[in-house]
């Protein structure tokens, strides 16, 4: 259980469900604006992941992580593109996460305006991706203030047309799709 859902924990937890889903391959980019990008390493090496360091990078957080069954390989790289692209089967599934802001940054509005931020990256940076993903994943922290707006937004005819899947993550780690 967490306090707050950052987008590293967000990022991990999404991958941990990717695997479950059957991915085999997992792309994730950390950008240098999220705030501590090590949960993403430390809650994967928790979770028994092993961890290969990247050797062009002085982040100690990028490289390759195993799946201890061998199934799935996850490499993270600190780059700005679409956060997570994943290989399920023959398709291709792509994702833009938003994690959990900080209790002044959620008065303020901004887990409302981060998600519409996320839903835009993920049109214009999945649309554009080749090959074109069979699947659009918007990632974001489970919170009871933001519920009605996924409700709708989930069943929003346009966010259906262009086959976006909303997935939650709670702050004990579950994950759900919407």
Not at 6 to 30: D, F, N
Not at 77 to 98: F, Q, Y
Not at 153 to 162: D, E, H, M
Request: proline fraction near 6%.
């Amino acid at each position: 259980m967490v306090d707050r859902i950052t987008e590293p924990y967000l990022k991990a937890r999404l991958c941990l469900w990717l695997v479950e889903q059957g991915a085999t391959y997992i792309q994730v980019s950390v950008d240098g604006a999220e705030p501590k990008p090590e949960g993403l390493r430390q809650e994967l090496i928790e979770q028994g992941w092993t961890h290969t360091p990247l050797t062009r990078s002085s982040a100690a957080w990028t490289g390759g992580y195993r799946h201890p069954s061998g199934t799935c390989e996850i490499e993270v790289v600190c780059s700005p593109a679409l956060d997570m692209i994943a290989n399920v089967g023959t398709k291709v599934w792509v994702s833009e996460c938003k994690g959990e802001p900080t209790a002044k940054g959620i008065s303020a509005g901004s887990d409302l305006t981060n998600t519409y931020a996320a839903l835009g990256q993920l049109l214009i940076n999945g649309g554009a991706h080749s090959p074109y993903p069979s699947r659009l994943l918007l990632g974001i922290a489970a919170s009871s203030r933001m519920e009605n707006f996924i409700a709708a937004a989930a069943c929003n005819p346009l966010v259906c047309q262009a086959n976006i899947t909303i997935v939650l993550v709670s702050h004990d780690g579950s994950v759900r799709e919407m």
